[in-house]
């Protein structure tokens, strides 16, 4: 069979209509996980008793297991052992899984983003009456935002593939299309050619906005 070139240009539009979809998992999962990141790297930088152990454990599981295994214990597993969980939809799996496995990879880059900053400042910050807190929220986590900004824009960028792997839980987003379409026309060449060329411009382009914001930050810095 040889290579359609018209066929995988009729692709383009039908696929487009499903990145909606990847690119609301990917945005509302890397606000999740960049929340409880934020935290998870607090109670680890200042071992914050019973939780820094939790936090330990969790990263340590979310990072040390595939993220495909973790979708399926979160879709199949999880709603044997707590029943509530059972009308969970897949879009949802999908997205707590994504918020969780890239929390733990985020509070890591966080916590080596917080230890970066001088020590001085925070003692300077609480020797003016500040509180942890206040010098937290006001002079640390400002600095080590734009030391940990690149690598939490590489974390981004490797969620909007990785949600890819949400058309396993059932949920039609781009990839689960594409199959569809491979499956149902046999030009698989054709149809994952378009999806590769389609998840590479939409990682262009925020890989040119992560170079424009770090510029931005060092110039504000």
Same mark, same amino acid.
Not at 121 to 127: K, M, Y
């Given at each position: ?57 969790? *990263? ?37 899984g994504l918020t969780l496995h890239f929390a733990a990879y985020k509070a890591e880059s966080i916590r080596a983003a917080i230890m970066a900053v ?28 734009? *030391? ?18 949400a058309f396993t839980l059932g949920v039609t987003e781009i990839m689960a299309k594409t199959q569809m379409e491979a499956s149902s026309s046999f ?10 060329? *389609? ?23």
């Amino acid at each position: 069979m040889q290579f359609n070139f018209e066929y995988m240009l009729n692709l383009f539009p039908i696929l487009f209509k499903y990145l909606g979809t990847t690119m609301q998992m990917a945005l509302i999962g890397v606000v999740f996980a960049l929340i409880l990141a934020i935290g998870l790297a607090v109670v680890r930088t200042f071992k914050v008793p019973v939780l820094n152990q939790f936090a330990m454990v969790f *990263i340590s599981f979310f990072r040390g297991t595939p993220l495909l295994v973790q979708l399926f214990l979160l879709y199949y597993g999880l709603p044997r052992v707590f029943p509530i969980l059972i009308n969970m939809d897949a879009f949802t799996a999908s997205v707590i899984g994504l918020t969780l496995h890239f929390a733990a990879y985020k509070a890591e880059s966080i916590r080596a983003a917080i230890m970066a900053v001088d020590k001085s400042q925070l003692e300077a910050a609480l020797s003016t009456g500040m509180t942890t807190s206040q010098a937290m929220r006001r002079i640390v986590l400002p600095q080590a935002a734009r *030391i940990a900004t690149p690598s939490l824009m590489n974390y981004f960028i490797d969620m909007i593939k990785s949600t890819s792997l949400a058309f396993t839980l059932g949920v039609t987003e781009i990839m689960a299309k594409t199959q569809m379409e491979a499956s149902s026309s046999f030009y698989f060449f054709e149809s994952y050619l378009a999806v590769a060329l *389609i998840y590479w411009g939409v990682v262009m382009i925020f890989t040119q906005l992560q170079v424009y914001l770090e510029r931005y930050l060092n110039k504000a810095y």
